[in-house]
Each structure stands twice: as C-alpha cells, then as structure tokens.
C-alpha cells in the first residue's frame, strides 16, 4: 500500500510540474504562500540621478530568488513600473524570461521615465514591482517599491538664435523667421525649408540689429547686405560664419510608390526635419504596396531597403501594409522606420476645407516631447465659420469645446474669425484632451 501511495504521490508530483497551457487552478498546488517565497530586491538605495555621458553604465540592478511552489517549476517573470501616482494601467511591463535577475542601464532606466511622463531634471517617484507565471496563470505579485529617480532630457538642443526672414519666407516678419539649426561643425548652420517666389535676408533673433544679405549675389555674406531672390522650392540652406558664405541647394526627401501615390502620379510626400533628433520624419497613410524614398521628386537619389532597418541606393523596395505610420529617416548612418500609430489628428470645418471638400489641415507630432501626447498645428489660414478637430479625416472620433473653455469634448462647433493660427492638442490627460490657440 505505501508504494501504492508513494506512486501517486509522485505522479500528482510530475502533473503539477508540466507547464503546458492547463489553467494552473486545476491543478494541486503544494505551496499555497508560494507569493510569500520571494520579493522583488533592489541594490540601489539611495536617489539615482542619471547622465546621459553615462547612458551605457548601469544604473539598477534587481534580483529575486526563486519563489517554492513546493514542486520543480519554470515561472518566468516580468517587472512592471509606473509612476508613483499611477495605477498600473500604463505600466511599462518588461519581460524577463526564466532570469532570476534584471540590471537597467542608464539609457534604458532613462527612456522608461520619460516615457511614463517623468520630467526630464526633476527627481520622481516610480513604483516597481514583480510578477511571476506558470503558464498564463499570475502565482507572484510583490508589493510596490519606489525608486527614486531623475532622468535627463534625451532631446538635442540644435536651435540657433539666426533664421531666414523675406517675402519668400514668412511675408517680411508676420510669422517667426525660418529657423537654423547646428551643425557638427562650429559656426556652421543649415536649415530645410520651403519657399516662395520672392526675396530673403538672414537675421538673429527675429529683429534687424544683426542681418546678412547678399550685395554682389556672390554667395558672400554681407552685413545689411541687398535681399538674396529665390524661386519657389524645398530647399538646404547652408550658413557659414567663419568665412562669411552661404550656400542654397534643393533638398527634399519623400516617399514614393504604390503606396503613396503610384509611383509619381502625385508629388511624393515630404518628410520634415526635426532638429529634436536630427532626422527627418513624417506622419503619412500609406496602402498595401511598395514604396521608396528619393530626393527631389527625382530618381537621381533614390533609396531602398539594404540591411533590415538600413536604407541602401542599391536597395529594394520597401513593402508596406495600409495603415497611418509615423516615417523616421537618419540621413547621418541611414537607418528608417515605420511606425504604426492609431490616430492622425486633423482640423476640418466651414472655416477650412468646407467640412471635407478638401483634406482636412493635418497636426504633427510635437517631436520635443517622448511620446504622442502632444500634436501642433502651425499657420493655418481660417476663414470666418466653423471647425471641428477629428481623427484620421472621418467622423468616427470628432471632438468639439461645448464650454469655449478649451477643454475637447463630443461637443459643438467651434467658431472661428478669419486669421492665421497656430493649434496645439494636448492628450496628456485623455480623458479630457485640451487645445490651444495662438
């Protein structure tokens, strides 16, 4: 009888053990405070402030030992963290695998704070936890503990004090001037910009004490110097302040192909550059086809896939699946991306597009910001009427602002005076998405 009994015993034994999709509960659990076996352990103690110059060290360490079911088994783990104010809801949830230990480098610790809305410079709380599985089934769920940490701000600063001022720009003035960015090089400036039959001079801060023109069209730059004529284009201009020249070439780069707009039919879509990274990027919908990205609308600089992520001019094309993405190009070592993203935001309305007769005026993403909380909008022309803010040009989700308080609501028109307008939509809190006017 007891080898009878010891047979069993084991047999229930090997049956807890194997980890296959059987739902945990249907199985006898040998070690019901199985929770109380382990606890999430932290090294670090003090305040973590983190630098970017040392985004490659690491700057946590955690570990945790294994929990006893009371029988052999393969949990695997992940770890959850949240703001300390949060609830979990939009933790960032790493996976761990079967390790029974997970180190953080400063680069990794940092991106994780800033994208759960830390403030880059000021110390924050994060609440950190563990949990355990067999299978799908959740056995290990640690108290919260809270790391304290500042992160830094994983931005570029590129801006200038110098931009680009004329009929052909910004209507002498009306608008802020166009701006310059650094370069690699000292005193050497460059920016992207699309413009206007007309005239143009350079400038710093938006004021006339210090200006360049171009007296001989020489491509000297010449202090007060006469207005330098321009044909409309998309152009890279380049300022050199040591040795007083500029340089004006046409530069674009777009996206091309069955999934844009059939290989040329239509102008290709244009990628903006952003000086928050030093890439270039768009927000486009793009169809099940090909694509491509070329320079000037011309396939005398063309690139396609080479290495997974890596665009080569020898390259193939580029296939795509329909859907709205956000499109990121690294000229400097030639990686891109594709992005899927749910919403792209538009303004449509009487005082616009006449409620859709033409495609609505699209936001961008704030690329200052982390993550795609923020969306702006910059000089658009309304008329007198009315105008609504929805996404991905339907009405499927439209917002209105019943109060005029500035709050977003499934609400009424909002009423619009002919002018010119910047918009910035604000999801931080998308329970009650803001805007603003300037």
């Given at each position: 009888?007891?080898?009878?009994?010891?047979?069993?015993?084991a047999?229930?034994?090997?049956?807890?053990?194997?980890?296959?999709?059987?739902?945990?509960?249907?199985?006898?659990?040998?070690?019901?405070?199985?929770?109380?076996?382990?606890d999430?352990?932290?090294?670090?103690?003090?305040?973590?402030?983190?630098?970017?110059e040392?985004?490659?060290?690491?700057?946590l360490?955690t570990?945790?030992?294994?929990p006893?079911f009371?029988?052999?088994?393969?949990?695997?783990?992940?770890?959850?963290?949240?703001?300390a104010?949060?609830?979990?809801?939009?933790?960032?949830?790493?996976?761990?695998?079967d390790?029974?230990?997970?180190?953080?480098?400063?680069?990794e610790?940092?991106?994780?704070?800033?994208?759960?809305?830390?403030?880059?410079?000021?110390?924050?709380d994060?609440?950190?936890?563990?949990?355990?599985?067999?299978?799908?089934?959740?056995?290990?769920?640690?108290?919260?503990?809270?790391?304290?940490?500042?992160?830094?701000?994983?931005?570029?600063?590129?801006?200038?004090?110098?931009?680009?001022?004329?009929?052909?720009?910004?209507?002498?003035?009306?608008?802020?001037?166009?701006?310059?960015?650094?370069?690699?090089?000292?005193?050497?400036?460059?920016?992207?910009?699309?413009?206007i039959?007309?005239?143009?001079?350079?400038?710093?801060?938006?004021?006339?004490?210090?200006?360049?023109?171009d007296?001989?069209?020489?491509?000297t730059?010449?202090?007060?110097?006469?207005?330098i004529?321009?044909?409309?284009?998309?152009?890279?201009?380049?300022?050199?302040?040591?040795?007083?020249?500029?340089?004006?070439?046409?530069?674009?780069?777009?996206?091309?192909?069955?999934?844009?707009?059939?290989?040329?039919?239509?102008?290709?879509?244009?990628?903006?550059?952003?000086?928050?990274?030093?890439?270039?990027?768009?927000?486009?919908?793009?169809?099940?086809?090909?694509?491509?990205?070329?320079m000037?609308?011309?396939?005398?600089?063309?690139?396609?896939e080479?290495?997974?992520g890596?665009?080569?001019?020898?390259?193939?094309?580029?296939?795509?699946?329909?859907?709205?993405?956000?499109?990121?190009?690294?000229?400097n070592?030639?990686?891109?991306?594709?992005?899927?993203?749910?919403?792209?935001?538009?303004?449509?309305?009487?005082?616009?597009?006449?409620?859709?007769?033409?495609?609505?005026?699209?936001?961008?993403?704030?690329?200052?910001?982390?993550?795609?909380?923020i969306?702006?909008?910059?000089?658009v022309?309304?008329?007198?009427?009315?105008?609504?803010?929805?996404?991905?040009?339907?009405?499927?989700?439209?917002?209105?602002?019943?109060?005029?308080?500035?709050?977003?609501?499934?609400?009424a028109?909002?009423?619009?005076?002919?002018?010119?307008?910047s918009?910035?939509?604000?999801?931080?809190d998308?329970?009650?998405?803001?805007?603003?006017?300037?």
């Amino acid at each position: 009888m007891k080898k009878i009994i010891n047979s069993l015993f084991a047999l229930i034994i090997v049956s807890i053990g194997f980890t296959s999709c059987e739902d945990i509960n249907d199985r006898v659990i040998i070690n019901p405070d199985v929770a109380a076996t382990t606890d999430l352990i932290i090294q670090e103690t003090a305040p973590i402030v983190l630098l970017e110059e040392n985004q490659a060290e690491i700057a946590l360490n955690t570990n945790w030992k294994a929990p006893d079911f009371g029988f052999d088994a393969v949990p695997t783990y992940k770890i959850l963290i949240d703001l300390a104010t949060g609830d979990f809801s939009s933790a960032e949830t790493l996976e761990i695998g079967d390790k029974l230990e997970k180190s953080f480098t400063t680069l990794e610790l940092n991106s994780i704070a800033l994208a759960l809305g830390a403030e880059a410079d000021v110390a924050s709380d994060l609440s950190i936890k563990l949990q355990g599985f067999i299978g799908n089934q959740l056995l290990i769920n640690t108290n919260l503990q809270t790391i304290n940490i500042t992160p830094y701000s994983s931005i570029l600063d590129l801006s200038t004090t110098w931009g680009i001022i004329g009929s052909a720009a910004n209507d002498w003035g009306a608008t802020p001037d166009l701006p310059f960015f650094t370069t690699s090089t000292a005193g050497v400036l460059v920016a992207y910009v699309t413009l206007i039959d007309g005239e143009i001079k350079f400038r710093e801060n938006n004021e006339w004490t210090n200006d360049f023109g171009d007296n001989g069209a020489d491509g000297t730059l010449d202090t007060g110097g006469s207005n330098i004529a321009v044909e409309a284009g998309a152009y890279k201009i380049t300022m050199n302040l040591n040795s007083n020249t500029y340089k004006i070439e046409d530069f674009s780069l777009g996206i091309v192909g069955s999934s844009y707009n059939n290989w040329g039919d239509t102008p290709d879509f244009a990628l903006t550059y952003d000086s928050y990274s030093d890439q270039f990027r768009g927000i486009v919908k793009l169809l099940d086809g090909e694509m491509k990205f070329r320079m000037n609308n011309d396939w005398s600089t063309a690139y396609g896939e080479g290495a997974a992520g890596f665009l080569d001019a020898a390259g193939g094309n580029i296939a795509t699946t329909a859907g709205r993405y956000i499109v990121t190009v690294n000229l400097n070592d030639l990686s891109y991306s594709l992005e899927p993203i749910e919403h792209i935001w538009g303004l449509v309305g009487s005082a616009y597009n006449n409620w859709g007769d033409t495609p609505d005026a699209l936001f961008s993403r704030d690329w200052s910001q982390p993550n795609d909380d923020i969306w702006i909008l910059n000089n658009v022309t309304l008329i007198d009427g009315e105008y609504k803010i929805r996404s991905n040009e339907a009405w499927t989700l439209n917002y209105g602002d019943d109060g005029l308080d500035g709050t977003l609501d499934d609400g009424a028109n909002i009423p619009a005076t002919a002018g010119t307008y910047s918009f910035v939509l604000n999801f931080t809190d998308p329970e009650n998405p803001t805007y603003t006017i300037n």
